[in-house]
């Protein structure tokens, strides 16, 4: 059964630091990079942060060098360290395979608000 359960968001000041993590149904995240997205309002999902099973990672513009991605092979887990948070970061985020489209099945994301 595919799985994908996001969790950690909340509301964080900007500056602030948040640590979003995802368990994955082992179909999706074994042979699959996984990522992090993210939809803010009225905007499109984007593709913020990629890790791939040999480990190489790739990242947006908007979050090189604020935002980590890592993951958990035995756990079958994502993360998500976020640093340097500003408010134009809130969004709903969602972990996935990379790539994924619309058809591919989604979790119900994670809500980070930054605001003071």
């Known amino acids: 059964q595919v799985q994908l359960v996001e969790s950690g968001g909340g509301l964080v000041q900007p500056g602030g630091s948040l640590r979003l993590s995802c368990a994955a149904s082992?179909?999706?995240?074994?042979?699959?990079?996984m990522g992090w997205y993210r939809q803010a309002p009225g905007k499109e999902r984007e593709l913020v942060a990629t890790?791939?099973?040999?480990?190489?990672?790739g990242y947006a513009d908007s979050v090189k060098g604020r935002f980590t991605i890592s993951r958990d092979n035995v756990e079958n887990r994502v993360y998500l360290q976020m640093n340097s948070l500003k408010r134009e970061d809130t969004a709903i985020y969602y972990c996935n395979m990379v790539p994924a489209t619309q058809r591919d099945y989604w979790g119900q994301g994670t809500q980070v608000t930054v605001s003071s």
């Open positions: 890790l791939t099973s040999d480990g190489r990672t």
């Open positions: 082992r179909s999706i995240f074994v042979m699959n990079a």
